[in-house]
């Protein structure tokens, strides 16, 4: 018998504030077209002002719960993957664990960017594994549009805000690719690369400071990088792309979600696809991408998931799990 972390329940949260990118084009020099066709973004949904980011991931955690048919006692630990916390501490983790109402158990923050969520199921998959905990709730929240420089249109078009939950509960296996839950997960990271993108703020200034990137550097990282982490995990397990019912990839951008699902041999009717309605939501954008894949009826029990995230750090890496 192997002990595997599998998925019990999911949702998400998404600010009521939709903004198409006809928006920004009152905002700075850019057009629809231009944002489309070089991200596929076309809306994203902002928070609004006085919602944090703890606010996001309590209304994403409570829809989870629902879904699993369970409480917030029920469960021992929970791990928010966040770069946008409401204040520096504490965790965000813990202020949605106060409004949930709990007050068993243990919770704090990954900080891995948008390679968060995939740290954050590597984390929670480790602490089931160990027979520390049983039940994980997994969230990845944020608001990146705190972040934005409103005059920079090379990165203020890209990210949105939003949430979304996952539910792992231990459960017995045997030991094969059948099994239901985490079967493999692959994380990296290379601060030689920290310039690439990165919020000029923090203790060091005084200030929360807006997101810098160099797009293009970051998306040649993020097509190379992305294929081979995925790669890695399935081949730990002896599988490969052919095996996969659905790559479920942060969302950034479609030209590199297409990119990677080609080098993976993966057909892109195989690819949750979410970036044209949420935009860039960082360490939110996989459990928000799993919560609507599973609501639009494409993710079904028992098919075989591989997420794969990079961002700031670089930080970067994959999780294959069936659902
Ligand atoms: O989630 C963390 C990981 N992040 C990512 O994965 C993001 C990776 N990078 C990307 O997705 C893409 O590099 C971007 C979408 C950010 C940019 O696409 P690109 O094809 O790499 O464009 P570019 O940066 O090379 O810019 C092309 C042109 C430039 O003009 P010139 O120099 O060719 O005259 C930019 O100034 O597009 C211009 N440009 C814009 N034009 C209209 C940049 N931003 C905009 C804009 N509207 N918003």
Request: hydrophobic fraction near 45%; glycine fraction near 10%; include cysteine.
């Amino acid at each position: 018998m192997t002990t595997r972390a599998v998925v019990k329940g999911v949702g998400h949260y998404l600010p009521e504030r939709v903004v198409p990118n006809s928006e920004l084009e009152t905002l700075v020099d850019t057009t629809d077209e231009w944002i489309k066709t070089r991200s596929g973004i076309e809306r994203r949904h902002y928070a609004a002002e006085g919602q944090t980011t703890s606010d996001l991931g309590i209304r994403a955690a409570q829809a989870a719960l629902a879904d699993a048919g369970l409480l917030a006692s029920d469960i021992d630990a929970i791990i928010v993957a966040t770069s946008t916390a409401d204040l520096t501490f504490p965790s965000a983790a813990t202020m949605i664990q106060n409004g949930l109402g709990m007050t068993n158990g243990f919770a704090f923050d990954v900080q891995a960017v948008c390679a968060g969520f995939v740290y954050a199921l590597t984390t929670a998959n480790a602490l089931i594994v160990s027979g520390q905990v049983n039940r994980v709730l997994v969230i990845g929240a944020e608001t990146f549009s705190r972040l934005m420089d409103w005059k920079d249109r090379s990165t203020c078009v890209l990210f949105g805000d939003g949430a979304g939950a996952l539910i792992l509960a231990a459960e017995q296996g045997d030991g094969t690719t059948a099994d239901r839950g985490i079967l493999a997960t692959d994380i990296h990271s290379d601060g030689r690369f920290r310039d690439l993108l990165y919020v000029d703020g923090g203790t060091s200034t005084g200030t929360t400071g807006h997101l810098r990137m160099e797009g293009k550097e970051v998306f040649r990282h993020a097509v190379e990088k992305l294929a081979e982490t995925a790669h890695a995990s399935l081949a730990k397990i002896g599988l490969t792309g052919g095996d996969v019912d659905w790559i479920v990839p942060h969302q950034a951008n479609i030209r590199i979600i297409e990119a990677t699902a080609k080098r993976m041999q993966v057909p892109m009717d195989h690819v949750v696809v979410t970036v044209q309605d949420h935009g860039n939501t960082s360490a939110a954008s996989i459990p928000l991408a799993l919560s609507v894949g599973r609501a639009r009826g494409q993710i079904k029990p028992g098919d075989l998931l591989v997420t794969e995230a990079i961002g700031g750090g670089l930080a970067w890496g994959s999780v294959v799990l069936r659902w």
